[in-house]
């Protein structure tokens, strides 16, 4: 168990929708990331926040956005959802800088 | 910007034989870490190993092993004996020291453990 807790585990909606995916973060870190994992895209950096904020962007898209709020857990809002937006969603934390990141069990996300 | 290779894609072995897991970085920087992870069938991902690029020195915990050389900017995991249970996809990754810490993953290697 790594500490961090992702939920939901599956996801299932259609094209066009909206979900939010949550993450909870390890006691006592303050980093929060989340990354994209698909077949064709390998894992994916997406954002890194820092005690509540942005440090970090990476492949983003902007249909997607993400806060961390002051308790320090974590959202990820995906919105206008495409078929290829269908993955497994990881969120990582750790206390900051390049110390380890411990990955939640990810939210796997389809859309039909 | 950084580039993580795993050219193995997949590996098959017989349980108890030694299996080495190759990994090649690209960086700029002259200073980073370099990073195991592990991923089970069941899709979580564990934390194996970090080591900085000062460090050279070989590490060894239990049937896990790894060598940096950094001449050659290789960053390879041996499991010895291995078991069933190592079976999974092994992923090489890279932050560069600094303030972003994003990890850049290598495409990782399918380990196929088979009695």
């Known amino acids: 168990d790594s500490g961090v807790t992702q939920t939901p585990k599956h996801l299932i909606t259609a094209t066009g929708q909206r979900v939010t995916l949550r993450c909870s973060p390890r006691s006592g870190d303050l980093s929060v990331y989340w990354y994209q994992q698909s077949l064709d895209q390998g894992l994916q950096f997406l954002i890194q926040y820092y005690n509540g904020e942005e440090r970090a962007k990476g492949n983003i898209l902007e249909r997607f956005s993400a806060q961390q709020f002051p308790d320090l857990h974590s959202e990820l809002n995906l919105s206008s959802l495409e078929l290829g937006d269908s993955a497994l969603y990881f969120c990582a934390s750790s206390p900051g800088g390049s110390r380890p990141q411990h990955f939640g069990d990810g939210t796997r996300l389809s859309i039909l | 910007a950084q580039k993580v290779t795993q050219a193995q894609t997949e590996i098959s072995v017989v349980e108890k034989e030694d299996v080495t897991l190759d990994c090649v970085y690209e960086?700029?920087?002259?200073?980073?870490?370099l990073f195991w992870y592990k991923q089970p069938p069941s899709g979580e991902l564990v934390f194996l190993i970090r080591?900085?690029?000062?460090?050279?020195q070989n590490e060894i915990s239990g049937r896990y092993s790894w060598n940096f050389q950094k001449s050659t900017s290789s960053f390879n995991f041996t499991i010895t004996a291995s078991q069933v249970v190592d079976s999974a996809v092994y992923f090489c990754?890279?932050?560069?020291?600094?303030?972003?810490?994003?990890?850049?993953f290598g495409t990782g290697t399918r380990l196929q453990v088979t009695l």
């Open positions: 960086t700029r920087d002259t200073t980073y870490y």
């Open positions: 080591r900085n690029s000062f460090d050279e």
């Open positions: 990754a890279l932050i560069p020291t600094g303030t972003a810490s994003k990890l850049t």
